[in-house]
């Protein structure tokens, strides 16, 4: 079974940076997706990105696009989430999600159904 643990949430100031790091296990097949969502205190979600695994092409959600870069390293079955020029907004629980592989993914139709795997996620808090 698939599972993923997080790391590499902390407290950080606004315009700083962070980096975040999943480790993925249990892989049966490599035609997924595997994404960043934060939630928040209220436990809704917002897509943050996503990364294919088999070719790597990326997509970002509006509010970080320019900001943050996802990244994956097949040797070591991880996906990071380099965090650059945080603001207060980002702060919440970042959490790390895979789904078979779909266009739609890729899009603004991408919902978060489509990520049936999900780990627990770590904390980033934002504040001066």
């Known amino acids: 079974q698939l599972q993923f643990v997080e790391s590499g949430g902390l407290l950080v100031q606004p315009g700083g940076s962070l980096k975040l790091s999943c480790v993925a296990s249990g892989f049966t097949v490599d035609y997924l997706a595997v994404g960043w969502f934060r939630q928040d205190e209220y436990g809704e979600r917002e897509f943050v990105a996503t990364?294919?695994?088999?070719?790597?092409?990326?997509y970002y959600g509006d509010l970080v696009k320019g900001r943050f870069s996802i990244s994956r390293d097949k040797a070591k079955n991880t996906v990071d989430l380099q965090m650059n020029k945080v603001k207060p907004e980002d702060m919440g629980v970042y959490v790390c999600?895979?789904?078979?592989?779909?266009?739609?993914?890729?899009?603004?139709?991408?919902?978060?159904?489509?990520?049936?795997?999900w780990g627990r996620g770590t904390q980033v808090t934002v504040s001066s």
């Open positions: 990364i294919s695994w088999v070719t790597g092409v990326t």
């Open positions: 999600a895979a789904g078979i592989y779909r266009p739609v993914m890729f899009t603004k139709g991408l919902d978060a159904d489509f990520f049936g795997w």
